[in-house]
């Protein structure tokens, strides 16, 4: 079973609409991450969390929510979807203790989100 | 603020081609680099890293060395297999902190 799962894997909807992106890990990671990834622009980072109660906002936030409900969980919402929300959207999980503190983020599958 | 720089793509080559794809980075202080690897459909997965300079870092035949006095972290391959098709990502992080990507290279081999 993957580590990371992302749930939908695919989504249209229609401007102006309420969508919630869902992740969960397995991992037993403290950090988890939101991005994501359009042509051309790479990944940039929209939401991070460090642990359950820690919340922070990435370059890109304006537009999204976030609600960490447990360490294993961490689900990005879109309030009003508008057309260029369309994206691939990734969740991410790291741990800070690993040797060396050589922070290895490790990916969910993605959702591609398609707002029309 | 911390930023990465990769060589622009596409990249297209033939099998058994060498490889290089550029990657140099602008941070405060000696981060952590990576290099992510993106199949067709799946999210980025871990390639290599290197925590400290002149180290290196390989993996499926890719290597890439930590150059302090170029502040670069350049992948290399001896021999392309069409396999190897991906896009590959650099990126930097420092303890307690998140990383920073570059925009990605995506790498075509031919048959």
């Known amino acids: 079973d993957a580590d990371v799962t992302q749930t939908p894997r695919n989504r249209i909807t229609k401007t102006g609409k309420r969508i919630m992106l869902e992740c969960s890990q397995t991992?037993?990671?403290?950090?988890m991450y939101w991005y994501r990834q359009d042509p051309g622009l790479g990944l940039r980072l929209i939401y991070y969390s460090f642990d359950v109660k820690d919340i922070n906002k990435g370059e890109i936030s304006d537009g999204y929510s976030v609600s960490r409900q447990a360490q294993a969980k961490f689900s990005l919402s879109l309030e009003s979807a508008i057309p260029n929300q369309t994206a691939l959207y990734f969740c991410?999980?790291?741990?800070?203790?690993?040797?060396?503190?050589?922070?290895?983020?490790?990916f969910g599958p993605g959702t591609r989100l398609l707002v029309l | 603020g911390d930023s990465v720089t990769q060589m622009e793509g596409p990249v297209t080559l033939s099998e058994e081609a060498f490889l290089t794809i550029n990657c140099t980075y602008t941070?405060?202080?000696?981060?952590?680099l990576f290099w992510y690897v993106q199949y067709p459909g799946e999210g980025l997965q871990l390639l290599l890293k290197a925590t400290k300079a002149d180290d290196k870092g390989s993996n499926k035949g890719f290597e890439a060395t930590y150059r302090k006095e170029t502040t670069s972290f350049h992948l290399e391959k001896g021999s392309v297999q069409v396999s190897d098709s991906a896009v590959y990502f650099c990126a930097l992080s420092f303890n307690a902190g998140k990383s920073t990507f570059g925009d990605g290279t995506t790498l075509t081999v031919k048959p």
């Open positions: 941070a405060t202080g000696y981060p952590s």
């Open positions: 991992k037993g990671h403290d950090r």
């Open positions: 991410a999980t790291s741990d800070l203790t690993q040797a060396g503190g050589a922070e290895t983020q490790y």
